[in-house]
């Protein structure tokens, strides 16, 4: 192309696709269970998604529940009445599966993807696993074992650090306080404590089976009825209680000496996902941070090489949703690095988000939505996290509506009430003794240890 020729137009991006309202079939099983099929022909795969609720009963006991919970998630796959664990994962891969199970605060999960007719005897096994889970001690003991080894030594990386204090500085004494079990509560788990925690806590009760993929609703139903219709533990499904957050004016410094990074991290109370403000609060967080081309990302990355990747986002758990804010930056500049943070925090009150901003935000928000449930798996995940909010399977497209119809006064509104530097608790891991002078010039700074030596 010649210096006389005019580049070629881009032309303008489309207007977002409306989303389509995914077909649910839903049935509640006389055990308590829903069960939710929504038909993707196409392709020929199907994805389950089975969330049973598993929060702590009490606060008291909410370190020792989640370590019990943390090592059944891995034990429950060691044995069954039927089958040992070799078997289990025999019988799971002739039918192109591979079970997962996790927990979290809220939850205890099982998710798997498998072959549409492999969909009987994948369940078989589920129900197995159910109603009669072993728990061998010797095998639970090397389970528990391993995951304390795995908990000890991510508790030596600065971001789990740094994640951890920041919730136990917002929750308190809630179940939410605990990002990950103590090793020590871990290696005191043993197998009868596993037993009763499973008899008591997996029931069908309160629970969801969501199932997507390359199915008729009608027969994949009768099949999960007659798979599972032997579910019938009695024991009741204890949901998080609500969040009392607290907020704390000074920043934390957990001191991690001779440590070349510090990380830092902010977060406050969000709107959750029932809440009118919650599409202005996504695209405020989404201007601010959220993007590459958010206006921290441009400030701290672009413009100043503080840090590599800064992110905001609002994150959600069914007790209570989060405006979190993380930057890993260089030791040297962790003071400027946290005051560009906070008067970006600020500005975003202050200064008006442009069409141009909340344009480019709110087409990213749409795309990711889109993108992230395209897919059997990105769907069956958030509607089991939708539908164990108590929310409908419509909410999606309600959403997209929602987001479609926020203005850039209302960003605004929502970025002055939740993404304001006094709503929102901070924590600095990295050395004390090089960082704290600077960032006590922007607020009183509390030392506290149990960083580990870089």
Do not use: C
């Not at 202005?280 to 990747?309: C, D, K, P, Q, T």
């Not at 925090?345 to 344009?359: H, I, K, Q």
């Not at 309600?398 to 009430?417: C, F, I, K, S, Y």
Request: charged share 20%; aromatic share 4%.
């Amino acid at each position: 192309m010649t210096a006389t020729q005019e580049s070629p137009l881009i032309p303008p991006l489309g207007e977002p696709r409306p989303y389509p309202v995914p077909v649910v079939e839903e049935t509640t099983l006389p055990t308590g269970l829903r069960v939710v099929v929504v038909p993707r022909p196409g392709v020929p795969l199907v994805e389950l998604r089975l969330r049973v609720p598993l929060a702590s009963p009490s606060a008291r006991n909410a370190g020792v529940h989640a370590a019990r919970g943390a090592v059944l998630s891995g034990a429950v796959l060691l044995g069954t009445d039927q089958h040992d664990q070799t078997g289990i994962a025999q019988l799971l891969q002739s039918h192109g599966a591979e079970l997962s199970v996790s927990t979290d605060a809220d939850r205890l999960v099982f998710g798997t993807t498998l072959l549409p007719d492999g969909l009987g005897p994948v369940l078989g096994l589920l129900a197995e696993l159910l109603t009669g889970a072993t728990y061998p001690a010797g095998q639970v003991d090397g389970e528990r074992d391993r995951l304390a080894e795995r908990i000890a030594i991510a508790r030596t990386q600065p971001g789990t650090i740094a994640r951890s204090a920041l919730a136990a500085r917002r929750y308190g004494a809630h179940p939410y306080a605990i990002q990950l079990p103590d090793a020590d509560l871990v290696s005191a788990v043993r197998a009868p404590a596993l037993r009763r925690l499973h008899r008591d806590r997996v029931v069908p009760a309160g629970s969801i089976l969501v199932l997507v993929g390359d199915l008729d609703p009608h027969a994949a139903t009768d099949t999960v009825a007659a798979a599972l219709g032997g579910w019938t533990a009695t024991g009741k499904a204890v949901e998080t209680p609500p969040v009392d957050e607290q907020r704390a004016a000074d920043i934390q410094l957990v001191d991690r000496p001779g440590a070349v990074q510090s990380n830092l991290r902010l977060g406050g109370p969000a709107p959750g996902r029932t809440e009118p403000d919650l599409p202005a609060a996504r695209l405020a967080a989404m201007v601010y941070g959220g993007y590459f081309s958010s206006r921290l990302v441009e400030n701290i990355r672009e413009r100043r090489g503080y840090s590599y990747s800064p992110r905001s986002a609002v994150e959600h758990q069914r007790a209570g949703s989060s405006f979190l804010v993380e930057a890993d930056v260089a030791t040297e500049v962790t003071g400027p690095a946290l005051l560009e943070t906070l008067y970006e925090l600020g500005r975003m009150a202050l200064t008006p988000v442009t069409e141009a901003e909340l344009d480019a935000a709110r087409r990213y928000v749409l795309g990711s939505m889109a993108l992230s449930t395209s897919t059997h798996a990105g769907l069956a995940s958030t509607l089991s996290a939708l539908l164990g909010v108590g929310l409908p399977a419509d909410w999606l497209s309600t959403h997209q509506r929602d987001l479609t119809a926020v203005t850039a006064e209302q960003v605004q509104a929502a970025a002055a009430r939740y993404l304001a530097p006094e709503q929102l608790t901070a924590v600095v891991v990295g050395d004390a003794g090089r960082v704290a002078t600077a960032l006590g010039t922007l607020a009183p700074v509390t030392v506290t240890g149990g960083g580990e030596q870089a």
